[in-house]
Structure formats: structure tokens, C-alpha cells
């Protein structure tokens, strides 16, 4: 069982929780997942370690409610346990000084970007960041991007704060000004993700996506989370997340994505049901 | 008085029935037909069923017991070579093992070796499974990589030896196959958890949640205890890498057991994890793997079930009982076919797969005549669901994450018989130094390193 010792609504569906969890929190590097399953009839979702401190021997999830288990996780406070954690899953993020980095970040998927700005910046990049969400209120973490971004961009959807517009209007607007972009990290909603790594195409940018499959055991035995990369399947939980966007078959991964919609719409219902 | 040339017959869940729910399929001996049944063994002088046995067990000595209502005796037999009888006597491939080398076979049918060690061993859980006497601690501490057949096995015979022992699990539950690959149907996980906690009874201790390889490293388990044994299995998914394979609706064997067996999607949404089923299930490959999948699919309600294998029935490799079950259930084989093609719709679902007749040609290395593509005869099934069982490889994470463990070109660990790696107090056994194989291998490579680990732990 691992304790939840801080709990923090960064928004009324973004969520933080910061759990025990030593073994994981002494391995953990930028760029690696958990996965976890709440009791014993949940379903193992996978999470970025948002953040971690070593000492504390805690590990930081941060997470959108969008169905079943993010809601009940999103219920859940401090003292509470969870059933199952494990981790650090999947590769690290790879880490040197590339030079200027763009990190772009959509919606939830800031969480994930903020340890690999992080540990960019410290090792000795320059960092631009570009932050969206769909409206100020999901806007998160701008504080502490802002903290490890050498300049910070914000865009919404509806404009309620920063840029009117995407996350990828900014980028464009960048690399037309003639600014030199060594790499490009963007995590968010494959959507997004789609939509930067056809900006940078053409200008061939160097640029890594962070890939979010269905996944079930995340240790490389079931097959669940593959993709197709550059013409090969791979497994993201072992092979990834990280992979070169250019090589990415974006519509295949959001298809697959959407294998159980009924099903994840019947559990909401059944656990609306239940919890009245 | 002449010996009874068949064997008595298990009862069963009537076909009918059976496809409706997930509760096993064969339902045991009662006393009378267990005493019967060991009465037709002719107590062999060097005995052949012996030798059929990967962990040796006394056969003629527990069936004599058998024979004279001894059945506490019968279980205490078997268990000085085999901690988990009720899984053995279900899961055995005994037509090739025990039972295949059987006497009676000569004469008759071979005794039912398998279904009575699943006897004594099903009447001993219902009382209450006895623990033996462990030998006085040493001070010794192992560490176990998974918890599969030979990681369980291993553990227990070190457990026994007085060593402190510490299984160390990737998933929520321990177990390995016999936990989220084998169904409910054949394996009920009562029986499992059962076996599970005999294991702990003798002082095992088991961590979930822990990937050696990320978790914690090798040579951390390494500084932390006296030796180290990897049963990591052979869990990787083989694909046949053909066009569509990715399409929604393919599920490797692995993910669609998974699902169903250890996240317990045959109960949603009571359990949170789902698994779809279409109406036309095709599962690739004619193993133990395919049959479950192709019998689990009619249960998850398919309205039909297909298997499709490239080679013929003489050459499935699953067990017999198996392929019986499943034609009894209703399981449309197709043999000599193979799927080279899917096809999806607008969804980027598979809604059909193209297929190619083959016929038997030469022999291949494996003895087997190999099955050559029969030119012009292919053609198009319609299909909403495609599992794939053609087989699992090693897991490559642990061996990636420690370059000191030398592999072989298949990707499983270099052992010796007796499990050692190329490194000392380092040992390995099962599916990760075999390939896929069988459980009770798994076993008798987890014992035979137990030997060797205990034999390395006195002179370290
Ligand atoms: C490597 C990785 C890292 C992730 N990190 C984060 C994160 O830091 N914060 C965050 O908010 N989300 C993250 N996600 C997505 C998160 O796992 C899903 O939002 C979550 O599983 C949804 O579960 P649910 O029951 O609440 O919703 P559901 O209603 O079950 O699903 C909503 C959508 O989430 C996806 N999903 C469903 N089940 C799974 C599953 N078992 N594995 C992966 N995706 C699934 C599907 O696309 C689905 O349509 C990550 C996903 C991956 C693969
Ligand atoms: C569906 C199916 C049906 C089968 N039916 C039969 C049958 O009827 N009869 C028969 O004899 N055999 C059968 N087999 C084969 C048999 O189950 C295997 O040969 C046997 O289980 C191998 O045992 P093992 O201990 O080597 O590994 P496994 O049972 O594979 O267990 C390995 C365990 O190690 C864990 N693990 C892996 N990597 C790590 C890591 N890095 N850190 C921590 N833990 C890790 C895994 O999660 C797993 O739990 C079947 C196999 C399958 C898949
Ligand atoms: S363990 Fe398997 S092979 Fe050995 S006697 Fe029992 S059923 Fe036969
Ligand atoms: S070979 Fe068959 S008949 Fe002979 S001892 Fe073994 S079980 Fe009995
Ligand atoms: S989640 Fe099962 S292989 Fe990646």
C-alpha cells in the first residue's frame, strides 16, 4: 500500500498527489511513468512522475480527471492508500546540452514536461517553453515552468489568458522570427502533438513526443500500449514513451485510443451509480 | 483378477453449460473412483512413468497409498518433489510425460497419474495443507526474480533448506502464468492462492509491485542477499509482423489473458478493466496459449471461436485434453491456414483478415514437416476479433538493464543444468533460460537450482 501525503487541486479536475514511495522515488529520472491501480477491482492506469524527492522518498503525480479511476483518484486525500504502484517505468528522458530547447507543453501533459525543462535547463540549455490548455482555469504549473524557462509562452483556446490560439502558433511564430531550435520536446494531447510535429517538419527540427497508449502491465509482456514507429511496432512502456515524432503514426496510436470509448463511458455510469 | 484396461472417467460441466461461466471445466475423482483407478497400476519394477517425470516423483509409491485409502500419505509423497500438485495434476502435458511412459498405456489406457495427484491434492486443501518441518535458519538470504512455477519452486525448497527467501513480483499478485495466462476454467485462482500460501506458510516472502531492472537493479539484489535466482519467464509476445496487426480488435494472447485473468474483465464493470469481444473471434495458433484464448472468447460470449493453424492437428502442440475441450465447446478449428493479411474499416477496426491454405512439406529442424503456402488458394474470412498465439519470447527488460548476464541469440539467459548464469551466485531457470515451455520444466528447473544455490550457500 502506498500513502498519499499531500493532496493539491491545481484546478477543479487537475489533481496532485505526492505519494510514498521509496524504492520508486530513488530510481526516478525525468521522462518515466508509474503505473497504478487504486483497489482491488481498479484498472492500472499509467502516470508521469511529475516530480520526486529522493530524501522524502516521495514520488508527484499529477493528473486530469477524465474518467472512472482519474475521478476516483481525484476523490482520494492525504492518508489515503493506494493498492498498487509501480515504477520507474519506461525510459528516461534523454538529458545533455543540446543547446535551445522548445518544450511545449498541452493540458495535463505540462506535468509531465516540467521535470524535463527542469533538468534541461541544468544541463546548461536554453529552454523556451510553450504552455496551453483550453482555458485559464486548466492552465497549470505556470509558476514553476516559469521558474526553469529561460522564456515562457502561455496560449488558451479561448484566450482567457496568454495567446489566443495554440500551442503550435507560437512555435511557428518562432522558427519563422529565424530563431535557431536545436530540439523540440512536446507532450499533450496527441492531437497537439501531431499538429507540432508537422511545424517542425519541414525545418527538420529534432523533435520527441511523449506517446500515451492503453496500457496494461507496462513491463513489455502484453502488447496493449504498441505504436507504430517508423514502420515497426514498438511497445511504448519499454520502448518509450519517448520517440521521435517524425517517425510517429499518429492516427493509428488516436484510433487506438479510443478501443474501449463504451466501455469507459459504462464504467463512469456504474460508478456514478454506485456512488450515490 | 485381470486389470481394468480403461480408466475411470472424470465427470465434467456439461459443454452446453460450460461456455456460460468461467468455473473449471473438469470436476475431479471422487474417493471410490481415486481408489479404483490406483488399483489398475501394476507397480512396475523400474518404474517407466518415473522417468516421465521432470521432478521425479515416486509415482507407484503415492498411488499405492492411494490404492490403500492413504490418502495423507499420498500428498506427503508428492510434495517431497512438487510444492504445487494441484496445479501439476491439472496442467501436466501427462500424455507426454508421466502418463505417456505408463505401462498400462501398452496395454489400455495409462493410468490417470495426473488426476489423482490432483485428488490427493484437492483433498489435502480442503483440510488444511500440512506444513513440513523446515530445517533450523541459517542466515542465509535469497532473492527470487518473479513468481511464476520456478521462481515459486525454487523459493520453497530453499525455504525449506532454512534460508531466508524473498520473491520479488513486477505484477499486483504473484504467480507468473499460473496468475494472469492460465483461465479460471482450468486453473481456479482459489487453487492457486491456496498453493500461493503454502509457500508463504514455509516463510517466503513475496513483494509485488517490483521490476527488477527499474525498481531495483541486479547488483542492489545482489549486495543485499547471498544469491540471486531469475524466473523471469517468457513473456514477450511474438507478433508475425503482417499488414494490419496494429488495427483495433488484435489483441496479442498475452493481453487479451491478461485482461481477462489477472484485471478480471470477464467481470466488468464490477472490475474496472475492460476487454472486447466481436462476434467472430479467430485466435492464431494451435497451443495451450490458443486454447484458452479460443475457449475464453465463447465465454466472453463470441458467437463463434476459430482457431487457425498453419500446420495440422497432429502437430498442435497443445495438450490433448485442450484441443478436446475446446472442439466440445464448440471451437471451429482451421488447420493447414494461415492469416497473412487484416483488414480494417473507417474506424481502423479489423473487420476481416486474409487467409492462405497451406500444405505439409519437409521436415523442418524441429521434426515437424513445416507448411508450405498453397499458391492461388487464398481467401477472405470476416472477423471482429484476432488474438494472436504464436508464441512468447523472453522478456528482454532485466537482460538489457544488466549487460553482465550473457544471452543466448533467442534472448534467454546462458545457464548450466543446474541454473547457473555467467555470474556467480547468479542463477536462472525456467521459461527465461528454456523459451516457452512447460510448467512443470518450470519446476524442475526451480528445484534443481535450489539444489545448486543451497550447495553455493554452504561454501560461500
Ligand atoms: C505513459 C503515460 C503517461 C501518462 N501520464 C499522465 C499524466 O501524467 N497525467 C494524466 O492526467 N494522464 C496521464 N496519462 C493518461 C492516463 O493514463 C489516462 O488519462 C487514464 O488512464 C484514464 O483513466 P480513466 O479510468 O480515468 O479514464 P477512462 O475513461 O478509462 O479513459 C479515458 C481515456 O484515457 C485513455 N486510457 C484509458 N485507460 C488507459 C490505460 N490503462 N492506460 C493508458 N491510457 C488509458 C484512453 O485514451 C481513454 O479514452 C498517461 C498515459 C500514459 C500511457
Ligand atoms: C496461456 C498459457 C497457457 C499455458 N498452459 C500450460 C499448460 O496447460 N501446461 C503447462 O505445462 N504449461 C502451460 N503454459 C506454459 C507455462 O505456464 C510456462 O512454461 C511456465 O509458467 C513458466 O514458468 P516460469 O516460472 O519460468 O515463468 P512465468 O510463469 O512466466 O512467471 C514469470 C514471472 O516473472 C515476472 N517477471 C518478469 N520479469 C520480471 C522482472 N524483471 N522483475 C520482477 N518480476 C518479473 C512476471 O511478471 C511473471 O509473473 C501455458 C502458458 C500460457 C501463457
Ligand atoms: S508432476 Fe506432472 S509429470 Fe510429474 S507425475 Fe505429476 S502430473 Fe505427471
Ligand atoms: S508405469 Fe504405470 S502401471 Fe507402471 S508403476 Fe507407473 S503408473 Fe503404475
Ligand atoms: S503496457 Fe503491456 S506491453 Fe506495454
Avoid at chain 2, 543485499?224 to 503482417?242: H, N
Avoid at chain 2, 477496426?349 to 519437409?362: D, H, N, S, T
Wanted: proline share 5%; hydrophobic share 40%; with cysteine.
Amino acid at each position: 500500500m502506498y500513502k498519499i501525503i499531500r493532496k493539491e487541486d491545481l484546478s477543479p479536475v487537475v489533481k496532485l498527489l505526492e505519494v510514498s514511495a521509496p524504492l520508486i522515488a530513488d530510481k526516478a529520472q525525468p521522462g518515466q511513468f508509474v503505473i497504478l491501480r487504486l483497489d482491488e477491482e481498479g484498472e492500472r492506469i499509467p502516470l508521469t512522475i511529475a516530480d520526486f524527492d529522493r530524501e522524502k522518498g516521495t514520488i508527484t503525480v499529477i493528473f486530469l480527471e477524465v474518467g472512472k479511476t482519474t475521478t476516483q483518484l481525484g476523490k482520494m486525500v492525504e492518508g489515503d492508500k493506494i493498492l498498487n504502484l509501480i515504477g520507474p517505468l519506461g525510459n528516461p528522458s534523454e538529458m545533455e546540452d543540446f543547446g535551445t530547447v522548445v518544450c511545449i507543453g498541452g493540458g495535463v501533459g505540462v506535468a509531465p514536461l516540467y521535470p524535463i525543462a527542469r533538468a534541461l535547463k541544468e544541463s546548461g540549455n536554453t529552454v523556451i517553453s510553450i504552455i496551453g490548455a483550453r482555458c485559464k482555469d486548466l492552465l497549470i504549473l505556470e509558476d514553476e515552468m516559469r521558474e526553469v524557462s529561460d522564456e515562457l509562452y502561455i496560449t488558451t483556446d479561448d484566450g482567457s489568458v496568454g495567446h489566443h490560439g495554440f500551442v503550435s502558433d507560437i512555435l511557428k511564430r518562432l522558427i519563422e522570427e529565424g530563431r535557431i531550435i536545436d530540439r523540440v520536446i512536446a507532450i499533450g494531447p496527441l492531437i497537439m502533438m501531431k499538429v507540432v510535429v508537422g511545424v517542425t517538419k519541414p525545418y527538420d527540427i529534432k523533435t520527441i513526443v511523449s506517446l500515451n497508449p492503453i496500457m496494461v502491465d507496462g513491463t513489455g509482456m502484453c502488447g496493449s500500449c504498441r505504436v507504430i514507429v517508423g514502420g515497426e511496432v514498438r511497445f511504448a512502456c519499454v520502448d518509450g514513451p519517448e520517440f521521435d515524432g517524425h517517425l510517429v503514426d499518429f492516427d493509428n496510436l488516436m484510433k487506438r485510443n479510443t478501443r474501449f470509448l463504451e466501455e469507459e463511458a459504462k464504467s463512469v455510469e456504474e460508478y456514478k451509480r454506485r456512488c450515490r | 483378477m485381470p486389470v481394468k484396461k480403461t480408466r475411470q472417467k472424470m465427470r465434467e460441466q456439461d459443454p452446453k453449460e460450460r461456455i456460460k461461466n468461467f468455473r473449471e471445466v473438469p470436476l475431479g475423482y471422487t474417493r471410490e473412483q481415486a481408489i479404483e483407478e490406483a488399483k489398475r497400476c501394476l507397480h512396475c519394477k523400474d518404474p517407466p512413468c518415473m522417468k516421465g517425470c521432470p521432478v521425479g516423483i515416486e509415482i507407484p509409491r503415492f498411488i499405492k497409498h492411494i490404492a490403500d485409502g492413504e490418502f495423507d500419505k499420498a500428498i506427503a509423497a508428492i510434495k517431497e518433489k512438487n510444492a504445487l500438485p494441484a496445479v501439476t495434476g491439472r496442467v501436466c502435458p501427462h500424455e507426454i510425460q508421466c502418463e505417456g511412459q505408463c505401462t498400462m498405456g501398452k496395454l489400455g489406457e495409462p493410468i490417470a497419474i495426473g488426476r489423482l495427484e490432483r485428488f490427493v491434492a484437492d483433498l489435502e486443501r480442503d483440510k488444511g495443507s500440512k506444513i513440513p518441518e523446515r530445517m533450523k535458519p541459517t542466515g542465509k538470504k535469497v532473492a527470487v526474480v518473479g513468481s511464476g512455477p520456478a521462481s515459486l519452486t525454487c523459493a520453497s525448497h530453499l525455504a525449506m533448506k532454512g534460508h531466508k527467501v524473498i520473491v520479488f513480483e513486477a505484477l499486483s499478485e504473484a504467480g507468473g502464468v499460473l496468475r494472469y495466462g492460465i483461465p479460471e476454467f482450468r486453473l481456479p485462482k482459489k487453487i492457486l492462492d491456496e498453493e500461493l500460501n503454502y509457500v508463504k506458510k514455509l516463510g517466503v516472502e513475496v513483494r509485488a509491485d517490483t521490476l527488477i531492472g527499474k525498481t531495483m537493479t541486479l547488483k542492489e539484489l545482489q549486495k543485499e542477499y547471498d544469491a540471486v535466482f531469475i524466473g523471469t519467464g517468457a513473456g514477450l509476445p511474438m507478433w508475425m509482423g503482417v499488414l494490419g496487426e496494429n488495427l483495433c480488435g488484435i489483441y496479442s494472447a498475452n493481453e487479451f489473458l491478461t485482461r481477462v485473468n489477472l484485471m478480471k474483465a470477464y467481470r466488468f464493470p464490477e472490475y474496472d478493466t475492460p476487454v472486447r469481444i466481436g462476434e467472430r473471434v479467430a485466435t492464431i495458433g494451435a497451443g495451450n496459449v490458443a486454447m484458452d484464448c479460443a475457449r475464453t472468447a465463447l465465454r466472453l460470449g463470441a458467437k463463434e471461436s476459430y482457431i487457425i493453424y498453419r500446420r495440422s492437428e497432429e502437430e498442435a502442440p497443445a495438450r490433448r485434453e485442450e484441443i478436446v475441450h475446446a472442439r466440445e465447446e464448440g471451437v471451429v478449428f482451421k488447420f493447414l491456414t494461415q492469416s497473412v493479411r487484416y483488414i480494417g474499416d473507417e474506424h481502423c477496426c479489423v473487420k476481416a483478415m486474409e487467409c492462405i491454405r497451406m500444405e505439409l512439406g519437409e521436415p523442418d529442424k524441429s521434426g515437424r514437416r513445416s507448411p508450405v503456402p498453397v499458391e492461388g488458394s487464398e481467401f477472405v474470412m470476416d472477423v471482429d476479433t484476432v488474438i494472436v498465439a504464436i508464441g512468447q519470447r523472453p522478456n528482454p527488460l532485466l537482460t538489457r538493464a544488466d549487460k553482465r548476464l550473457e544471452v543466448t541469440s533467442h534472448g534467454t539467459i546462458k545457464a548450466d543444468e543446474d541454473g547457473r548464469t555467467s555470474i556467480p551466485g547468479v542463477f536462472a531457470g525456467g521459461d527465461i533460460t528454456t523459451g516457452a515451455a512447460t510448467v512443470i520444466l518450470a519446476m524442475g528447473a526451480g528445484q534443481r537450482a535450489a539444489k545448486a544455490i543451497d550447495e553455493y550457500l554452504k561454501n560461500a
